[in-house]
């Protein structure tokens, strides 16, 4: 049996899989089973930040291995604490952390902190989370109950109460109620599109929630880890929410999730664990990558590197305003969105045969989340690529 058959055999059929398999890849380079190359465009949907192969992590993972992997969370785990001290340090605001293993579960830690702070202070029990429609905040039960599509809710119910989704900023005010506990926002709304909000918005909806004593949550999952330039989207939006979700690119391609909060007294032992959180396999990676993305930001190498993209993107879009509506996004994750969702998939679809993966959100948005790291030459090639596959659609 070859791979795909096998694949198709014993796994589950939860992703529509492309007919594609990769077996190699460096930084933004990748290779098939087949040896044909291609640039990457996707970055794993924003987890190799750092590049694939990237010789500085693997080095730090090879060495942790060779001395300790895994010893449980009931004793001290040096890289998990200089992974929150490098996390902390990069947030810029006085939190502590807690350390999962995805995004879902970073967010199922923000939302249990969230209502346990409600529930302790004062004497109505507070436990509703206001999201936005077309947010995306994780696939277990409780996240995609978060997840404000209503296609998310079919079947799996019954579904945890108290989510009430608003259907854009400023309905969030008219919502809120002496039940509410929080509300949880992306910055940019990663699957739903690439779609930024406006920074007065949000800064008003900060200021709403503390007179209001409502939490802020930021599901950075997506946002974080200098994705769209700075550590984070809310220190872009120069904003101080009380809890911030993280995963995806600050491990570089290891299962990492983390949970940061300035509420640093409402979780108390035993109110929350996880087996594998902050292991020192991902936490290892964790403060290699955090250390190469922060030289990578402070040598402004990053800044010149977005400058560049977007140069680019902006040509790409001029060149062919019959096909797209607008470009999206901030930093290294933004997108161009497709008149036509049929358009789209083709797009997708020649761009493959041509040498360059991206990725699309929402219906209609062609998304691009290249590594952190990617090279002008790597950058320019995966235009050239592009620039076939959409001639010859
Ligand atoms: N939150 C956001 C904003 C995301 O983009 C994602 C994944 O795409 C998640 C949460 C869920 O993360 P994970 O798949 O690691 O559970």
Redesign the pocket.
């Known amino acids: 049996m070859n791979i795909q058959e096998l694949d198709k055999k014993y796994v589950l059929p939860t992703y529509a899989r492309q007919d594609v398999e990769f077996v190699s890849g460096k930084n933004a380079r990748l290779v098939d089973v087949n040896g044909k190359k291609y640039i990457d465009f996707t970055s794993g949907?924003?987890v190799t930040s750092v590049g694939h192969a990237n010789e500085r992590v693997n080095n730090a993972i090879c060495e942790q291995l060779s001395n300790i992997t895994h010893i449980s969370n009931l004793y001290y785990i040096a890289s998990q604490a200089k992974a929150a001290q490098k996390l902390v340090a990069a947030s810029g605001m006085d939190m502590q952390c807690f350390f999962g293993n995805?995004?879902?579960?970073?967010?199922e830690g923000a939302i249990k902190i969230a209502r346990k702070h409600g529930e302790i202070n004062g004497e109505i029990k507070k436990y509703k989370i206001i999201t936005l429609q077309h947010?995306?905040?994780?696939?277990?039960i409780t996240?995609v109950k978060a997840t404000g599509q209503e296609a998310m809710h079919n079947y799996f119910g019954p579904f945890p109460d108290g989510f009430v989704y608003a259907d854009n900023m400023q309905q969030i005010e008219s919502l809120l109620d002496d039940h509410t506990c929080a509300v949880m926002i992306?910055l940019v709304?990663?699957?739903g599109g690439v779609e930024p909000q406006d920074i007065a918005q949000v800064k008003a909806l900060e200021k709403l929630l503390k007179d209001r004593g409502v939490l802020l949550i930021v599901?950075?999952?997506?946002?974080g880890g200098f994705r769209t330039g700075k550590f984070l989207a809310s220190n872009v939006y120069s904003i101080k929410p009380d809890i911030v979700?993280l995963?995806?690119g600050i491990g570089g391609g290891v299962?990492i999730?983390v949970v940061m909060t300035s509420l640093k007294d409402v979780l108390t032992a035993g109110d929350h664990g996880s087996t594998f959180g902050g292991n020192y396999l991902s936490t290892s990676a964790t403060c290699e990558v955090l250390d190469i993305l922060n030289e990578l930001s402070s040598s402004g190498e990053l800044e010149n590197t977005i400058d560049y993209f977007h140069t680019k993107l902006d040509i790409l879009f001029e060149n062919n305003k019959d096909i797209f509506i607008k470009k999206v996004g901030v930093g290294l994750m933004c997108g161009l969105r497709v008149k036509d969702a049929d358009i789209l998939s083709a797009i997708l679809e020649s761009a493959k045969k041509n040498g360059v993966m991206l990725l699309k959100a929402g219906r209609n948005t062609l998304r691009f989340l290249p590594a952190l790291t990617i090279t002008k030459e790597e950058i320019d090639e995966g235009f050239t690529s592009l620039n076939h596959a959409i001639s010859s659609i």
């Open positions: 949907i924003g995805s995004g879902a579960e970073a967010n947010s995306f905040h994780g696939r277990t996240t992306e709304q990663g699957e599901d950075e999952v997506q946002t979700t995963a995806k299962p999730g």
